[in-house]
C-alpha cells in the first residue's frame, strides 16, 4: 500500500461525508459500511458527519458550495469521502463545477493522486499481463493549468469568433507536484519517475516543467527519472505498463492519462482516486461519475468507492486498516462476488455487506 502522507496519523478521525448525485449516493453507504466494520474491529474512532450537496438541493434551494463551508471542511475534518456529482436536470453542470472545482482549488488540493492497479488479470484489456504488470501512480496537477478557467471570447457567436483558454503553470504549483512525485517514490521504495509534457509544442508552459524537473531530480539520485512526451507516454503505457511506477504531469494530460490507466485495470468501476494537500484536509472520491444510466437500480460497482475509502484510510496514517480494504476487493474479485459490470450478479449492498464482513473477519482475535 502506498504512503499517501499524512494527516493525523492519531486513532480518531473525523470525515465529512459528501454522496453527492446518481450513484454516489448508492457506492458511497456502502463504502461507509465498510469503513465503519474496520475502525469496529480495529478500536478506532471514526465520525462522519453527512452533507447533502448535489442536485437536489441546487435545484430546490439554488445553493451548491454552500457559504463557509471550505472553511468549516478546512478547520473541522480531517478528510472528505466524496461519491459523485453530476445530474441530467442540470445540463451545464454547475453545481458539480462549484462544488468538486471549488474544493480542489479552495481547499489547495494541488495532488491527485490515481493509482492504476490491476487487482485481478482477468480485467485487463491488454494480452498476456499479470497483476505485477499494471502498478502505477498517476499524479496530476489539481491546482492550475487549462483548468483554471482564464480565458474569454471575442465576437461570440459570430463568423469570426476567437476563443482562447490560458494555460497556467506557476513556478511554485509545478514545483510542488514535481517534488511530491519524488517523495512519493521516496517513501514508498518506488525506483522510478516519469514527467510527461509536451515542451515539442507547448514551448513556454512546458519549458517550466522541463527546468523544475531537471532541477528537482537532482536532489533524488537514488531514483531513476525519466521524461516522455504526452503522445508518447500514451502509446508506453498500454504497449508495456511495466516500465512506469510513478507518472507525474499537469491536470489536462492527468485527466486523460489516468482515464487510461483506469481501463487498463479494469474500468471505471474499480478506480479511485485522491485528491490531496499533505497536511491538509483532503477529498477522496472514486474515479467514476454519477453514472444516471444505472443510478437507482441497485447495481453500481462500490469497488471504486471502497478503494477511494482505502486511500483515505492511507492518508490517516492508518495501514493496515486500508490494507485490509484492498484485500476485501481483491478477494471479492477472486471469489467472483461482482455486481454486473464486472460480469457478477450481485447487488451494490450486497457487495457492500460482504466487503464489511471480511474486514471485520481480517481482524478478529
Ligand atoms: P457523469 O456525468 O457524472 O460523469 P457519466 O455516466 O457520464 O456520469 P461515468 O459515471 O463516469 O460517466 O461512467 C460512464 C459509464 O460507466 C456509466 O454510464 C456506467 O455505465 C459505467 N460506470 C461508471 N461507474 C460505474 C460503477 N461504479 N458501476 C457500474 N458501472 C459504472
Known amino acids: 500500500m502506498a504512503n499517501l502522507s499524512l494527516r493525523n496519523g492519531g486513532a480518531a478521525a473525523r470525515i465529512a461525508v459528501i454522496p453527492g448525485d446518481g450513484i454516489?449516493?448508492?457506492?458511497?453507504?456502502?463504502?461507509?459500511?465498510?469503513?465503519?466494520?474496520?475502525?469496529?474491529?480495529?478500536?478506532?474512532?471514526?465520525?462522519?458527519v453527512d452533507f447533502d450537496w448535489g442536485a437536489d438541493k441546487f435545484l430546490r434551494e439554488g445553493v451548491s458550495l454552500p457559504a463557509g463551508a471550505v472553511e468549516m471542511l478546512r478547520d473541522e475534518f480531517d478528510a472528505i469521502l466524496f461519491g459523485a456529482l453530476g445530474d441530467p436536470r442540470v445540463p451545464t453542470n454547475q453545481h458539480a463545477a462549484d462544488i468538486l472545482l471549488g474544493l480542489r482549488f479552495k481547499l489547495d488540493l494541488y495532488v491527485n493522486a490515481r493509482p492504476v492497479e490491476l487487482l485481478d488479470e482477468r480485467l485487463t484489456p491488454l494480452r498476456d499481463r499479470k497483476?505485477?504488470?499494471?502498478?502505477?501512480?498517476?499524479?496530476?496537477e489539481n491546482t492550475e493549468g487549462l483548468y483554471v478557467g482564464v480565458g474569454g471570447f471575442f465576437k461570440k457567436g459570430t463568423a469570426d469568433e476567437i476563443a482562447v483558454q490560458e494555460d497556467v503553470n506557476s513556478r511554485k504549483g509545478v514545483e510542488r507536484i514535481i517534488r511530491y512525485a519524488f517523495e512519493h517514490a521516496r517513501k514508498n521504495g518506488l525506483?522510478?519517475?516519469c514527467m510527461s509534457d509536451k515542451s515539442n509544442a507547448m514551448t513556454f508552459a512546458h519549458d517550466l516543467w522541463q527546468r523544475v524537473f531537471k532541477e528537482v531530480r537532482q536532489e533524488y539520485p537514488e531514483i531513476d527519472s525519466r521524461h516522455l512526451y504526452i503522445d508518447t507516454l500514451a502509446m508506453e503505457i498500454v504497449r508495456d505498463p511495466r516500465q512506469f511506477d510513478v507518472i507525474v504531469t499537469c491536470n489536462l494530460f492527468g485527466d486523460i492519462i489516468s482515464d487510461l490507466g483506469a481501463q487498463l485495470a479494469g474500468g471505471l468501476g474499480l478506480a479511485p482516486s485522491g485528491n490531496i494537500h499533505p497536511g491538509r484536509t483532503s477529498l477522496f472520491e472514486p474515479v467514476h461519475g454519477s453514472a444516471p444510466n444505472i443510478a437507482g437500480k441497485g447495481?453500481?460497482?462500490?469497488?471504486?468507492?471502497?478503494?477511494?475509502?482505502?486511500?483515505?484510510l492511507e492518508f490517516l496514517g492508518w495501514k493496515a486498516e486500508a490494507a485490509a480494504l484492498h484485500s476485501g476487493v481483491k478477494e471479492a474479485l477472486f471469489?467472483?462476488?461482482?455486481?454486473?459490470?464486472?460480469?457478477?450478479?450481485?447487488?451494490?449492498?450486497?457487495?457492500?455487506?460482504?466487503?464489511?464482513?471480511?474486514v471485520s473477519k481480517a481482524f478478529a482475535p
Open 131 to 140: 497483476e505485477k504488470d499494471v502498478r502505477i501512480m498517476v499524479l496530476r
Open 335 to 358: 471469489k467472483n462476488y461482482l455486481t454486473p459490470d464486472l460480469g457478477g450478479i450481485k447487488k451494490t449492498t450486497e457487495v457492500g455487506d460482504w466487503l464489511a464482513e471480511f
Open 24 to 48: 454516489g449516493k448508492e457506492v458511497t453507504p456502502e463504502a461507509l459500511k465498510v469503513l465503519r466494520a474496520v475502525a469496529a474491529a480495529t478500536k478506532r474512532s471514526l465520525e462522519f
Open 191 to 193: 525506483k522510478r519517475v
Open 299 to 312: 447495481i453500481a460497482n462500490p469497488f471504486g468507492s471502497v478503494l477511494t475509502a482505502g486511500m483515505l
